[in-house]
Structure formats: C-alpha cells, structure tokens
C-alpha cells in the first residue's frame, strides 16, 4: 500500500529527470582509424553559420575545446587532422494539460445529493527542445568521419552560469561518443 501511494512521485521523479536530460546518438565511418587523429580545428565558415547567439556559440566552443584538449587532442591553426563544424536546431513545445476534479461528499458512490464536478483547471506550459550536431571532418579526404547529435530540453535561466553548465553537459554527453572505440572480438 506504501508502494502505492509512493508512485505518484516516483513517476514524476522520473518525468523530471527525463526532461533535464539530454539523448544522445553517433554515427561515424567504421573504416576511419580514429588514431591518426592528433589535432584540430574549428571549420569557422560554418560555425558562423550557426544559427545561436554569439555568448552561446562561444560558450560551445569553450566546451569543445576544453572537452578535446582533456582527451589529448591539440588546437592548431595549421594543417589540422580534423576540423569541427556546429548547427543547432530548435523547437518550441506547447504542453495543455486539463484536469476535471470530481467532488462527492459522501464517497464515490454515496448516497444524498449526488455527486458535485469542481473547477476545470486548464495548464498551459511551454519548453523548448533544442538539437547540437558537432559534426567532424577529415581535412586530407574532405569527407565527414564523425557525428554527434545531442537533444534535449533547454534551461530558460537568465543566470548566464546555468546556461553555461548546461551547454557543458551537451557537449560532454555528445563529445563521450568521440573518438569512438572499436570492439575487438
């Protein structure tokens, strides 16, 4: 019976924990040996294409480099291995939620009166889901080697900090992905 009335939460722990999170897909060339790769750049005609603002840009590069340069990769502005393009999409969701409450004095079935229907209470909750692609190209063959895609709903903070940690955790999620390893069977 505590099991029961603990569900409610449970379920809406999860609902929450679900929306903060960010899901995460890659797809790379499995002919690429990802070991050749030793340093890299940003692909500038495309980043400026991007369609974010520039704090926010700047805060996703700072991600990436910080994230790369952890993993042992180098900046350089001369012959990269590979080079780094960004885009984003996203999309506003509207979420209606309608709930009729239902009132009877005497139970659910009870005698007397009959039962009484309360309030409608009608919600109406905006979010916006937001897509990061980094996506990295081989500079020798020209040709896309790696792809990573993040979505998930963005923080709408004004708090500059928030934001900040946020576009960390996008970046961390999809750059776990890079460089993908190989099983060996």
């Known amino acids: 019976m505590k099991a029961i009335k603990l569900l409610p939460l449970a ?6 924990t679900s929306c903060s999170s960010v899901r995460v897909t890659a797809d790379y060339d499995k002919a690429v040996d990802f070991n050749q ?13 991007a369609q974010v603002n520039d704090l926010d840009k700047k805060r996703i590069l700072t991600a990436i480099d910080n994230n790369l340069t952890a993993k042992g990769f180098t900046k350089t502005d001369k012959n990269p291995d590979f ?5 984003t999409k996203a999309k506003q969701q509207v979420n209606v939620t309608t709930n009729n409450n239902f009132y009877s004095p005497y139970g659910y079935y009870g005698w007397g009166w009959g039962p009484y229907w309360g309030p ?12 990061l692609y980094i996506d990295i190209l081989d500079t020798n063959k020209k040709v896309l080697i790696w792809q990573g895609i993040g979505t998930g709903y963005l923080d709408k903070s004004p708090k500059p900090e928030k934001k900040e940690q946020r576009i960390n955790d996008f970046i961390e999620k999809v750059l776990a992905k890079f460089p993908p390893t190989l099983d060996k069977k």
């Open 11 to 16: 379920l809406l722990m999860l609902f929450v």
């Open 37 to 49: 790769y030793k340093t890299y750049a940003f692909f500038k005609e495309g980043i400026d294409q």
């Open 83 to 87: 080079v780094i393009n960004i885009f």
């Open 120 to 131: 409608n209470n009608t919600t109406v909750t905006t979010s916006i889901e937001g897509t």
